[in-house]
């Protein structure tokens, strides 16, 4: 036991790098190290995974803001409708089955992963178009948040492809925006879940402390990466966790029904994206 939790707490550290560099991915990393190598039953383990990453996040929030990364407008609008979102998620994830919640994950990763592998960053948009793009930050901004809360995801897979597709926000500061939303919007699917889960209050702060450290050297490193290589990071974690999730939670027919909803959320992002 002393091993696995020696382990965890080095998984942690570098799931803090992750995170602090790429503005996303915490939750990815941190949900399957507490189900499959600390064994925790996965509404425990979702409550857990929001703890550590809504922490990390603060930190290296403070890196970014430093380097000029966080565009604040954006993010207290986006931000505040996530956090509603990510509350209304962590209530209603004890009426769905756990094993949903992990296909959903999966299926939303992969997704994710696959538009950012095609992606362009959006050019600056016009005034009227700002206005426009404020209103869609609202909403999906509380879509973001539900997902986030019902399945335990800090949200930056989604938020950093979100701000820089749809908000006009190079790649750099849509992962430190994205960061400054996930720590308020981690804490708030927390409290959501706080009311039906008990939680081992050791390990989470041993692997919120850890995962801390490696944000700030995460955030530190993100700076001198060309931007390109960072987005293809990202998408590439997030792609292979996805399949990850679907290899270890699937029976064949949840298989089919999984891949499906996969080709057809692909589906509907690439004309909005399009339209964008």
Do not use: C
Not at 50 to 59: D, E, H, P, Q, R
Not at 131 to 157: E, K, P, T
């Amino acid at each position: 036991m002393p091993f696995v939790l020696a382990l965890s707490a080095l998984l942690a550290l570098l799931i803090g790098v992750v995170l602090g560099m790429l503005g996303g991915g915490g939750a990815i990393l941190t949900l399957p190290l507490l189900v499959y190598v600390l064994h925790l039953e996965p509404k425990t383990a979702i409550a857990t995974s929001l703890f550590v990453v809504g922490t990390t996040s603060a930190v290296a929030t403070v890196m970014h803001a430093r380097a000029g990364a966080v565009r604040w407008k954006i993010a207290a609008i986006f931000g505040l409708a996530a956090v509603a979102g990510a509350y209304s998620g962590g209530r209603l994830a004890r009426h769905i089955p756990a094993t949903a919640l992990l296909v959903l994950f999966g299926v939303v990763m992969v997704t994710t992963s696959l538009a950012m592998l095609r992606a362009k960053t959006a050019p600056e948009p016009t005034t009227t178009e700002r206005a426009l793009r404020l209103g869609r930050m609202v909403v999906l901004g509380a879509a973001v948040g539900v997902l986030s809360g019902l399945i335990g995801a800090g949200g930056g897979f989604l938020i950093v492809p979100v701000l820089s597709l749809f908000g006009g926000l190079s790649l750099r500061e849509a992962i430190g925006t994205s960061i400054f939303v996930i720590t308020f919007q981690s804490f708030a699917g927390f409290v959501g879940h706080t009311a039906h889960v008990e939680l081992d209050w050791t390990l989470v702060l041993e692997l919120s402390g850890a995962a801390a450290v490696g944000s700030i050297v995460g955030s530190a490193a993100g700076a001198k990466v060309p931007t390109n290589l960072l987005r293809r990071a990202f998408a590439w974690l997030v792609l292979a966790m996805g399949l990850f999730m679907f290899a270890t939670n699937l029976q064949p027919r949840l298989a089919i029904v999984a891949s499906g909803l996969t080709l057809l959320a692909i589906a509907i992002v690439r004309p909005w994206r399009s339209r964008s």
